[in-house]
């Protein structure tokens, strides 16, 4: 049964006013899922595989595109790289919005083509995984980020519905946000999360770069796990495997080229520190991340050592999702001092900074805002909004002069 996307407004906008729209994001987030559902009945679909020449649209591009009307679905389209010149010429002679819908899996190469020949005629949506109020059926929901980047004080004075999920938070994390993982039996999502990593290791990553020790990368994706929510350190990181520094640097390109893995920014007031402090890591879906570990059920979650990286990484990558269907995006960024004082994640949109510190505790208090003080008394010239603990705490609720905690399954 098809569960509405927040996307979808956006994606159908995007597509009243641009020739091209192209919807990126990993394998099995949905992507073609959401375009049929918006297009499919005035829509033809071509979806192309890295084997086969598909009606040969590799070898002849022109004469495939001549032989399907518009709106066209080009699905995967990084399979079939010589379309992008062809649809450029037609988009060029005719520039009608809505003509080709494309999906794509990989942020390198083909993508990056796409970017830089259909400049000012393309524009990009990335796809996530289920957000928790799309795998709750909440899709149509505006969500509660952009209210708090509009008015951050009315937003704290004003409580807001919460999801309550019949799953708790570990099965939550366990699963993670493929919607096929949010939606098996509890018995049957490690074959899918394993068969998902296999495949993405043994076919997706090789056709994208050069790894000759396929055995190696994924223990290294397994590392990656392991380390999610920590800055990165690549020496230390190659060292764990008898890798380069650079080769460390490489396979985790790869993984943010493949929507496996991404990075946040270090915030400073120094334009050179901010470029080059080191980044925070998360994989992308906290259940390749527990599969990845070998953790065999949600119940094990409560006395893992990962438990608070894992449930960051959730959090973070909710706040990714919805930011990246606001228009501006705000930008992101952690902070951190070299004596420990640290913010999990900066939102900042219009010069004002709002600050988020994740804690995978029902009752935070005072302390756990304690960077969010040191930030501000750092960048005293700045303006701070009120700051956000997110946690399975019971309601939204002050707990410092400036702060408050925000339940993690907020709407």
Not at 55 to 64: H, I, K, S, Y
Not at 308 to 327: I, N, P, Q, Y
Not at 356 to 363: L, R
Request: charged share 20%; net charge neutral; hydrophobic share 40%.
């Amino acid at each position: 049964m098809y569960k509405r996307r927040h996307a979808e407004g956006r994606l159908r906008r995007l597509a009243d006013h641009f020739p091209v729209v192209v919807v990126s994001g990993a394998r099995q987030v949905g992507k073609t899922t959401l375009v049929q559902h918006l297009f499919g009945a005035g829509a033809e679909l071509v979806a192309f595989d890295p084997a086969i020449d598909v009606e040969n649209a590799r070898q002849d591009p022109d004469l495939f595109l001549s032989n399907h009307r518009t709106p066209l679905i080009l699905d995967e389209i990084q399979y079939a790289p010589e379309l992008v010149a062809a649809i450029k010429r037609r988009v060029d002679a005719s520039p009608a919005p809505g003509q080709y819908i494309l999906t794509g899996s990989q942020q390198w190469s083909v993508l990056r083509s796409v970017a830089e020949s259909l400049a000012g005629r393309a524009v990009f949506l990335d796809l996530g995984g289920f957000t928790l109020a799309e795998a709750q059926g909440r899709g149509e929901a505006a969500g509660w980020l952009g209210a708090w980047l509009d008015d951050p004080g009315g937003f704290v004075q004003s409580p807001r519905a919460r999801l309550r999920p019949e799953r708790g938070p570990f099965e939550i994390l366990w699963r993670g946000a493929l919607p096929r993982a949010t939606e098996l039996d509890l018995d049957l999502v490690p074959d899918l999360l394993q068969a998902y990593l296999r495949t993405y290791v043994e076919r997706d990553a090789r056709l994208l770069a050069d790894v000759s020790d396929w055995q190696l990368f994924g223990r290294f994706f397994r590392l990656l796990g392991a380390l999610t929510a920590q800055e990165l350190n690549y020496s230390q990181l190659g060292r764990e495997l008898g890798l380069t520094p650079q080769t460390a640097r490489r396979w985790t390109d790869i993984l943010s080229a493949t929507y496996q893995w991404f990075e946040v920014p270090p915030y400073s007031g120094n334009t050179v520190k901010r470029v080059t402090g080191r980044p925070k890591g998360y994989v992308a879906d906290t259940g390749l991340a527990c599969i990845g570990q070998a953790i065999s059920a949600p119940r094990t979650l409560g006395a893992h050592p990962l438990l608070g990286a894992l449930f960051e990484t959730f959090v973070v990558g909710e706040v990714r999702k919805w930011a990246g269907l606001l228009s501006p995006q705000p930008r992101l960024h952690h902070w951190r001092t070299q004596a420990g004082a640290e913010v999990d994640l900066l939102v900042e949109l219009d010069g004002v900074f709002h600050p988020i510190e994740v804690k995978a505790a029902t009752q935070p208090s005072r302390r756990d805002t304690s960077g969010i003080s040191a930030f501000r008394k750092t960048y005293p010239h700045l303006t701070v909004a009120p700051g956000l603990v997110i946690c399975p705490c019971a309601a939204l609720h002050r707990i410092s002069d400036e702060d408050y905690a925000l339940p993690w399954d907020t709407l």
